[in-house]
């Protein structure tokens, strides 16, 4: 409790340097920091008291673990006990980049990060402001998404700035985000890699790397594998639909959002040029819609090949989590 009024009363700086952002998060402060999927709220991850502070800042469950963020594959050694060749070729093809590597945990990484789970998932970021910050840091560095638990995620710094100013040090500042959804999170841990989270790099093309590669399954879920999975995501304040017909007349406050043109008589709408601009654009849109009062989101469904999976999949867990529609 202590440490949330500490943080309640920061100024939150907002700086382009990654050094200065840099120096705060090594005093074992919390940093906000762009990476290309979305924006990381990161802290020193050997430094159990500064994980903390991100749980504080966030609202996070304290029984959902983060992923672990390098800026060089070295690092990956102190953190795993083991490193089984499955991982080894994965980070060979993906990293830098959107894929995040669930392996055996070693005693340099608490509970804390870990949520008492025996693993810990590290990822080698690709976004070039992310790296230049990482690299500086020199150490790893613990990092959900940055927005209060139960937001979206966030795709640009104004986004992180909305939701956390005044609760964090610093807000790195880049572009928006290239992706847009978050990691794909594979557990190297067993026998196979599994698929615990969809996202940017698609099941295809991590069995054609490694091919046993599988999707998690309704018991990796129950027994606990996947942590991320059993939480409560974000919940629109709108209803969405996800696929199935436009309604004839769109209600008042609807707005839609999908590939090519725009249905008429919606008050906000977002016509993406392909599957990719779509889950780019997704989360910037829910948060522009909550901006100016939408109650219907219609969501266009796509195919589930490549990042469609992923886009469907946080198009499906949005759509549960908001107020269903009557009759
Ligand atoms: O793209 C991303 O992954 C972004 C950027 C900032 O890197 N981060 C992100 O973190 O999305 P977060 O905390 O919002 O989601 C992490 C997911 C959760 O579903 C969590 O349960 C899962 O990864 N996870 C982390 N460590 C894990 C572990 N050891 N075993 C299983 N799942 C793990
Ligand atoms: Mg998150």
């Not at 043109?261 to 829910?286: I, M, N, Q, T, W």
Request: aromatic share 4%; net charge positive; hydrophobic share 40%.
């Amino acid at each position: 409790m202590h440490s949330v009024k500490k943080q309640m009363r920061v100024r939150t700086r907002i700086t382009a340097s990654p050094a200065v952002a840099a120096r705060l998060i090594r005093e074992g402060r919390v940093v906000a920091f762009p990476t290309e999927t979305v924006y990381g709220l990161g802290a020193l991850a050997l430094d159990e008291r500064s994980v903390r502070m991100i749980f504080d800042a966030k609202g996070r469950p304290a029984d959902n673990p983060l992923i672990v963020h390098i800026g060089a594959r070295e690092q990956v050694k102190e953190l795993v006990r083991k490193l089984p060749k499955s991982a080894e070729r994965l980070m060979d093809a993906f990293w830098p980049g959107p894929l995040t590597i669930v392996l055996p945990r070693s005693n340099r990484v608490s509970d804390a990060v870990t949520a008492g789970l025996d693993t810990v998932g590290i990822r080698l970021p690709s976004h070039p402001v992310a790296l230049a910050f990482l690299r500086v840091v020199g150490v790893p560095v613990a990092a959900p998404s940055a927005n209060r638990s139960g937001r979206p995620s966030p795709t640009s710094w104004q986004a992180v700035q909305q939701d956390l100013d005044g609760r964090i040090a610093a807000i790195l500042k880049g572009p928006r985000s290239r992706v847009g959804l978050e990691s794909t999170v594979v557990d190297c841990s067993g026998r196979v890699p599994v698929v615990l989270r969809a996202g940017a790099v698609s099941l295809e093309e991590l069995r054609e790397v490694v091919r046993g590669t599988r999707s998690a399954s309704r018991a990796d879920v129950e027994q606990g594998r996947s942590p991320g999975l059993r939480h409560r995501h974000y919940a629109p304040r709108a209803r969405v639909f996800v696929g199935g017909e436009t309604p004839a007349r769109f209600p008042a406050r609807s707005a839609w959002i999908g590939v090519g043109k725009a249905p008429r008589g919606v008050a906000l709408s977002e016509s993406c040029r392909d599957v990719r601009a779509y889950a780019r654009a997704l989360f910037h849109f829910f948060r522009r819609c909550e901006g100016v009062g939408i109650r219907q989101i219609y969501c266009q469904t796509v195919s589930t090949r490549g990042i469609g999976a992923a886009l469907m999949d946080r198009l499906r867990r949005a759509a549960a989590g908001s107020v269903k529609p009557v009759g």
